[in-house]
């Protein structure tokens, strides 16, 4: 699977990044778990199998000219379908049109994620995987509150070999 992801401000991934460490630290599930090199806060765009032809060019040159995109913060909340954690991000206008021009690069790729698809997408950044109930009072006072940042990179990540590949105005 390939994806296309957009990364946070420096600002905006230390918050993520304490709020994973503050889950962490309550014995809640926590992104802060994953140590693995590639992981970061990111917000995935579209995941498909294989890119077409020339997608990696279209796209940079796409992300280069939409970046950086503002990201404000909103609810907290489990995602309906699965049992990830994740901060919602509101869906500004310029994010839902970046999404759908992707999705247009993208049309003739192989294996489309449905949930990506524009008019099902709920944009968001996650905070932990496999998250059952818990007590919803705790897991606020720990997340704590961000109210925006900024969307100022973009990179593909390979889930065959977990190498991402940079797009778009990244810095690492």
């Known amino acids: 699977m390939r994806t296309v992801e ?3 401000s420096a600002e905006l991934d230390a918050a993520v990044r304490a709020a994973w460490g503050r889950l962490a630290a309550a014995g809640l599930p926590s992104l802060a778990r994953n140590t693995h090199s590639s992981n970061r806060p990111h917000l995935t765009l579209a ?17 280069d000219a939409a970046l950086p995109l503002p990201a404000r913060l909103g609810d907290v909340t489990v995602l309906d379908g699965s ?12 994010l ?8 247009r690069v993208l049309e003739d790729g192989e294996g489309h994620n449905p949930w990506h698809q524009p008019g099902r997408w709920t944009p968001h950044l996650s905070l932990a995987l496999r998250f059952r109930d818990a007590d919803w009072t705790l897991v606020r006072a720990v997340v704590g509150a961000v109210s925006a940042g900024s969307f100022v990179a973009a990179r593909s990540y390979n889930s065959a070999d977990r190498s991402v590949q940079p797009l778009a105005g990244y810095g690492g």
Request: glycine residues 2%; contains cysteine.
């Open 47 to 63: 995941a498909v199998d294989e890119f077409p032809p020339g997608a990696v060019a279209r796209l940079a040159a796409l992300l």
């Open 83 to 94: 049992a990830s954690l994740v901060w919602l991000v509101e869906p500004a206008a310029e």
């Open 6 to 8: 957009l990364l946070c």
């Open 96 to 103: 839902v049109e970046t999404h759908r021009a992707v999705w």
